[in-house]
């Protein structure tokens, strides 16, 4: 997997760095085909005082790519309801592609039709 993580207006610490790779290895222990991640943090100069800190993720999967982005006022709490929202949307495309496997036609059809032993009940 190749990571790019990248600060506008925010130096990129190697604490930040650290952490993002860390809480970003909960991501892939449940989804193992990520392809690229890109990070960007951002601290921006909103009127809102508790909005300023912002993370990103752009996460390019096989077949699909995943945008997250969330506002904090701390940027470590960013980066957790970041990771959190990702690992949530990870799940649901993980079950999304496992989930659709359905049985042969000739394997239900015990359970289509009624049995030939039991009668039709009687009005």
Same mark, same amino acid.
């Given at each position: 997997?190749?990571?790019? *993580?990248?600060?506008? +207006?925010?130096?990129?610490? !190697?604490?930040?760095?650290?952490?993002?790779?860390?809480?970003?290895?909960? %991501?892939?222990? +449940?989804?193992? #085909?990520? *392809?690229? @991640?890109?990070?960007?943090?951002? %601290?921006?100069?909103?009127?809102? =005082?508790?909005?300023?800190?912002? @993370?990103?993720?752009?996460?390019?999967?096989?077949? =699909?790519? *995943?945008?997250?982005?969330?506002?904090?006022?701390?940027?470590?709490?960013?980066?957790?309801?970041?990771?959190?929202?990702?690992?949530?949307?990870?799940?649901?495309?993980?079950?999304?592609?496992?989930?659709?496997?359905? +049985? @042969?036609? =000739? +394997? #239900?059809?015990?359970?289509?039709? !009624?049995? *030939?032993?039991? #009668? !039709?009940?009687?009005?």
């Amino acid at each position: 997997m190749n990571l790019k *993580i990248s600060g506008h +207006h925010l130096e990129v610490t !190697p604490a930040l760095r650290e952490y993002v790779t860390t809480k970003l290895d909960r %991501v892939l222990r +449940h989804f193992d #085909q990520v *392809i690229e @991640a890109a990070v960007l943090l951002t %601290v921006d100069n909103h009127r809102e =005082k508790d909005k300023r800190q912002k @993370a990103e993720i752009n996460l390019h999967l096989k077949g =699909k790519d *995943i945008f997250v982005e969330t506002c904090d006022e701390d940027m470590y709490a960013a980066i957790d309801l970041l990771i959190d929202k990702l690992d949530r949307q990870v799940l649901r495309y993980k079950d999304k592609l496992q989930g659709y496997a359905h +049985h @042969a036609i =000739k +394997h #239900q059809g015990d359970t289509l039709s !009624p049995s *030939i032993n039991e #009668q !039709p009940a009687a009005l």
